[in-house]
């Protein structure tokens, strides 16, 4: 059986940038995979991960997209496909928008983190969605990604120039047994304004490793929600850097975790100049025997006055059995700031479903509203025909959630 | 035409008996008035009736039309025509007033245009009623969105919690006057708890009913009021049984 390592080195061999790519790879074999003693790592279930049971998807698949992706597809002016990270079909016409596929590089970055080391080495291309200056895109842009098996690497590059606006979804679903690291920059040029939202369906047997890393310019303003529902385990980790001053960063984190899943969120608000504003969002529920951890970071350099940021965190029980975790860190090397975090953990709050039932709602519905309406404010960055869309899909996948009350 | 009978009711709030004894009995179309001073039992009267979990219902019976209420859960009792406007409605995010209601049974053909025309009834903004249930709504604004609450659910009962407090008088008049049209227009019977006969201007009772000690003192028409007013609540006032 063809192992792990093996798929990487014949698929390396096949690059083109193969030296740059050795780079990650070898950076990636000296640090090794992480463990649970290690403390950022402590909340995975790593001891069930085998790396070498995955291999690299060696064939170019065609697989038929999900309804869901059919549908979301439908209402964007342009969709861009990746099948296993490979770029498939750009579809759809926006003035001002450009998408390329572009060898991938390795600067030296995330020379800490494993798995993005191995996306780094391993991503087949890098695609680079780039809106140009002055350009207030017109229609959302959906990126559909598809997984089929194996290991998986995509790598997504969002760029905007100067002064433009653009809303972006980027949904991906499939992943039955696979392992999916997908690692993404986003670029905010000054002024510019970007819209996103992730929203993540992958199988339930995934193992899902993803980073993402928002440079803000002068006075760039990102909206950016990540929802997760797939994965056997996800870990996602959301950063946002202020390279200039005046930029502001609101980001909503969302997970609902059933069965024996593990959701382990981490974000990064990294303030480097002053007059910036990030406010961080993050709300999930844990049903039946999950669990959550949310470690968040914010992080303020001397000098970057007057900045403000925020972090909030609500998790919401909806079984005995499940568990959460939220862990808040502030790093501050200048006084003049505004800095507040608050977190809360517990089941559905009963007098609120009291107040419904009081009305003639029976408690299972009262119950159903009210998880429900615990994810509605975390659709905000979808555009309008997109969020009925994501909408409907959560209404379902949280209709067959078992809610056990305490 | 329904009857609401309340009799020997017993509650307890934390371990503490705080009803002790109430009776009352009201029909369709009729406005009760229950006024009496601070820790009376007005508000757990309103509370035990719609089942708030706080609330232990140690002895007694109240039935509508002959249906035990007490052994219904809060959304049976809802659905047999109890409804109850809370002194602070409470917000609950996330859930909008028409799924809410659509929820409760309420029928679904037209639901936000009946819902509108009840907003401009009681003069409340249309676009609140797009917002989460009370969320970051002022005092007066959560007390005319119950109106429309109650004027799609059209209880055979309203219970209404302290209806005037926290109320300016453009907002009371509202609601006093969307109420006398509930009496009407299904007959509805109304269960006012107030502390003031600022109230009574606007909706005339049929009865009142002082409360003292957990259960009723007097009862009597509209000149009860005046007598209260002049007198306040001292000469109606009964040692703890």
């Given at each position: 059986m063809t192992t792990f390592t093996d798929s990487a080195q014949l698929h390396l061999d096949a690059l083109a940038s193969a030296d740059a790519r050795r780079g990650a790879w070898d950076a990636f074999a000296t640090l090794g995979l992480p463990t649970t003693a290690d403390e950022v790592w402590r909340y995975a279930p790593l001891g069930e991960f085998d790396l070498e049971s995955f291999t690299l998807v060696s064939s170019r698949a065609t697989p038929t997209l999900s309804p869901l992706a059919q549908a979301l597809g439908e209402r964007a002016g342009l969709v861009v496909r990746l099948v296993d990270g490979y770029l498939s079909s750009v579809e759809g016409d926006l003035a001002g928008v450009g998408v390329d596929s572009v060898?991938?590089?390795?600067?030296?970055?995330?020379?800490?983190?494993?798995?993005?080391?191995?996306?780094?080495?391993?991503?087949?291309?890098?695609?680079?969605?780039?809106?140009?200056?002055?350009?207030?895109?017109?229609?959302?842009?959906?990126?559909?990604?598809?997984?089929?098996?194996?290991?998986?690497?995509?790598?997504?590059?969002?760029?905007?120039?100067?002064?433009?606006?653009?809303?972006?979804?980027?949904?991906?679903?499939?992943?039955r047994d696979a392992l999916v690291v997908p690692l993404s920059e986003y670029e905010l040029a000054e002024n510019s304004s970007l819209e996103l939202s992730t929203y993540q369906?992958?199988?339930?047997?995934?193992?899902?490793?993803?980073?993402?890393?928002?440079?803000?310019?002068?006075?760039?303003?990102?909206?950016?929600?990540?929802?997760?529902?797939?994965?056997?385990?996800?870990?996602?980790?959301?950063?946002?850097?202020?390279?200039?001053?005046?930029?502001?960063?609101?980001l909503r984190t969302t997970f609902l975790g059933s069965q024996d899943q593990v959701h382990d969120f981490r974000t990064r608000q990294f303030h480097h100049a002053g007059r910036t504003r990030s406010t961080l969002l993050s709300k999930g529920a844990v049903a039946d025997h999950s669990r959550s951890v949310y470690t968040g970071l914010i992080e303020i350099d001397k000098g970057a006055k007057r900045t403000d940021a925020r972090q909030t965190n609500h998790n919401l029980l909806l079984s005995p059995h499940a568990h959460a975790d939220s862990v808040p860190n502030l790093e501050i090397r200048e006084n003049d700031v505004m800095c507040a975090h608050a977190s809360s953990v517990g089941p559905l709050d009963e007098l609120q479903r009291w107040y419904l039932e009081s009305r003639g709602v029976a408690r299972d519905d009262a119950e159903r509203l009210m998880i429900q309406g615990f994810f509605y404010e975390m659709l905000a960055t979808l555009p309008g025909d997109l969020a009925d869309v994501v909408e409907r899909d959560l209404g379902e996948v949280l209709g067959q959630v078992r809610i056990v009350t305490p | 035409m329904s009857v609401l009978s309340i009799s020997n009711l017993h509650v307890d709030v934390a371990g503490k008996q705080v009803l002790k004894g109430f009776d009352l009995t009201m029909s369709s179309g009729e406005v009760h008035v229950i006024m009496g001073p601070n820790g009376s039992g007005k508000s757990t009267l309103a509370h035990?009736?719609?089942?708030?979990?706080?609330?232990?219902?140690?002895?007694?019976?109240?039935?509508?039309?002959?249906?035990?209420?007490?052994?219904?859960?809060?959304?049976?009792?809802?659905?047999?025509?109890?409804?109850?406007a809370l002194q602070h409605p409470m917000e609950v995010p996330g859930v909008r007033p028409l799924d809410m209601?659509?929820?409760?049974?309420a029928s679904r053909e037209d639901l936000m245009g009946r819902m509108r025309e009840e907003a401009r009834r009681v003069e409340l903004r249309p676009e609140v009623l797009e917002r989460f249930l009370n969320v970051d709504l002022s005092g007066g604004?959560?007390?005319?969105?119950?109106?429309?609450?109650?004027?799609?659910?059209?209880?055979?009962?309203?219970?209404?919690?302290?209806?005037?407090?926290?109320?300016?008088?453009?907002?009371?008049?509202?609601?006093?006057?969307?109420?006398?049209?509930?009496?009407?227009?299904?007959?509805?019977?109304?269960?006012?708890?107030?502390?003031?006969?600022?109230?009574?201007?606007?909706?005339?009772?049929?009865?009142?009913?002082?409360?003292?000690?957990?259960?009723?003192?007097?009862?009597?028409?509209?000149?009860?009021?005046?007598r209260l007013e002049r007198d306040g609540y001292e000469p109606f006032r009964v040692e703890s049984r």
């Open positions: 060898e991938s590089g390795w600067s030296g970055n995330y020379d800490s983190d494993a798995f993005s080391l191995l996306n780094c080495a391993l991503a087949p291309a890098t695609v680079v969605v780039r809106v140009a200056e002055n350009v207030s895109v017109a229609a959302p842009i959906v990126i559909v990604h598809t997984v089929t098996s194996g290991a998986v690497f995509p790598q997504v590059r969002i760029s905007l120039g100067r002064s433009s606006r653009a809303s972006v979804v980027d949904y991906v679903d499939g992943g369906r992958l199988d339930t047997s995934a193992w899902h490793f993803a980073r993402s890393t928002a440079y803000l310019g002068r006075d760039a303003r990102l909206r950016q929600s990540v929802i997760s529902i797939g994965g056997h385990y996800n870990r996602s980790r959301n950063d946002a850097e202020f390279l200039a001053p005046g930029g502001e960063n609101e | 035990a009736l719609a089942g708030h979990p706080g609330y232990q219902v140690r002895e007694g019976s109240v039935r509508i039309d002959g249906v035990e209420l007490l052994d219904l859960s809060p959304t049976e009792r809802a659905r047999h025509g109890l409804f109850l209601l659509a929820a409760a049974g604004e959560r007390k005319r969105a119950e109106m429309v609450q109650l004027s799609i659910l059209r209880p055979k009962f309203a219970m209404l919690d302290e209806i005037d407090s926290g109320l300016d008088v453009d907002a009371l008049g509202a609601v006093a006057r969307r109420l006398r049209e509930a009496t009407e227009e299904w007959e509805c019977g109304v269960l006012a708890i107030t502390h003031f006969r600022r109230l009574l201007h606007e909706l005339t009772p049929t009865m009142i009913h002082v409360v003292s000690a957990g259960r009723v003192v007097a009862t009597g028409g509209p000149e009860l009021a005046e």
